[in-house]
């Protein structure tokens, strides 16, 4: 009854067990390669077989290798037509195209296969003459494929093998109506390898859809980083209260700290938003850390020479987006720091997966405030485990649940109701870090400040520093008492009667007396 389990989850040793060719199996050895990974170990002859793959398996895994090799093996047998395709995969991001691109150069080098590569930020002109040309592999986004295809350029019956990689972030991104058009384009008959990284209800409902009796194949838990990274949390405190996004001053010199405490050979460090990108770029720069940046909003020619550099070791930091969290294949990387605690879950899962690749070594550290941690809870529930605290004070540090209450009862600043606690801070030091520093450390009296369209309220705080604004009560109309005056100098302690010492010159008119008939 169970003699058929060993086969079945049998892990190859090495490639030549896998059925591929002497060819790749030469290009494989050149590049470094010796054993295939779980996933290359399932994937590949069931692609030999050709049936249909529905694969899960965390970034880093190998994925593109499990597809590519049987590929190149299974395409040197034919010749490809003008405007028609052999086979198509699609990639979410220009950068996980061109990533595998590479890869059919790197493995495919000993035989004669024709590729395209359509992505933005490329002319089209050249792409549409190496299409007529007939391509085996032709490697897209969505986007820019549908775009040809409108134009007439493209003929897709001829497609006998199609990919869809990274589907869970295709459907972050929106691209499902896209993808669902492509494959309505397509013969019915046809070989289709979907995989995904996580697999949430609606990509499990896309894969019933254009799949047919597919082999599952799931080499890890879904959502679950690497054995080979080092996790790290670093908490943050600021002044900015619950304002969202706040303590952006005390994250980036705590970036800073981290930089110069770890020494990272390389490292990519992320940012939720482009233009945080930029300030942090700028910011490392300033004090002489020299970085680069990546982001959706530069030109493809710039993005394409910054990943370059990256990979060739001319730039060791480099501040991203999520655009690079996915496609970007560099097995030494030694760090990756989450400047933000990403929002979704997964992509904390998919921006860490850029380091500990190949069985290496690596190191993942995130940097969040009081704010982030409902984001951190979200990460914990979906990996099952809590990141670690990473302290480069050497002080104990607090769970970010306590964090998420603010200081303890009494210490909760000017924000907080009640009456204020005066009591010392219990660091001992007379000035607190400017970034990574506990919690607890938050002075008794936050500094908040008024905002600048009341200089009432400033002028107040100024002559009465024991009074504090309450900052939760809602701001209305002014009373006329407390209506600022126009001059500093005009400014009496005697109580304002009427319209003071002001007298519009229509009031001092006299009206004309009106005649009694």
Known sequence: MNTAAPRQNKIFMNFQDLGLSDEVLRAVDEAGYSEPTPIQAQAIPVVFMGRDILGCAQTGTGKTA??????????????????????????????????????????????????????????????????????????????????????????????????????????????????EKIVGMLPKIRNTLFFSATMPLEIRRLADKFLMNPKEISVSPPATTAETITQGLVMVKHQDGKRPGGGQKEKRAGLRRLIGSEKPRNALIFCNRKRDVDIVCKSLNKHGIKASRLHGDMPQPARTETLAKFKSGEITLLVCSDVAARGLDIPDMSHVINFDVPIHAEDYVHRIGRTGRAGRQGHAFTIATAEDSKYLAAIKEMSGNEIPRHDLDGNAMVSPKSVDKGAPKGERGSAGRGRQNNKPAKSPEGSIPEAITPVAATPAVAATEPPPAAPIVAEAIKTDPVKKPNSTKKEGRPRADKAPVREKSEQSNAPVKGLGDHMPAFLMASAPKRKVK
């Open 66 to 179: 499990g597809f590519t090799l049987p590929m190149i093996d299974i395409l040197a047998a034919g010749r490809a037509k003008a405007r028609m395709p052999r086979s198509l995969i699609l990639e979410p991001t220009r950068e996980l195209a061109a990533q595998v691109a590479e890869s059919f150069d790197v493995y495919g080098k000993y035989h004669k296969l024709n590729k395209a590569l359509l992505i933005g930020g490329h002319t089209m002109n050249e792409q549409i003459k190496t299409i007529d040309k007939g391509v085996d592999v032709l490697i897209a986004t969505p986007g820019r494929l549908l775009d040809l295809f409108d134009r007439g350029h493209l003929l897709m019956h001829d497609v006998k093998i199609l990919v869809i990689d990274e589907a869970d972030r295709m459907l972050d991104m929106g691209f499902i109506p896209d993808v």
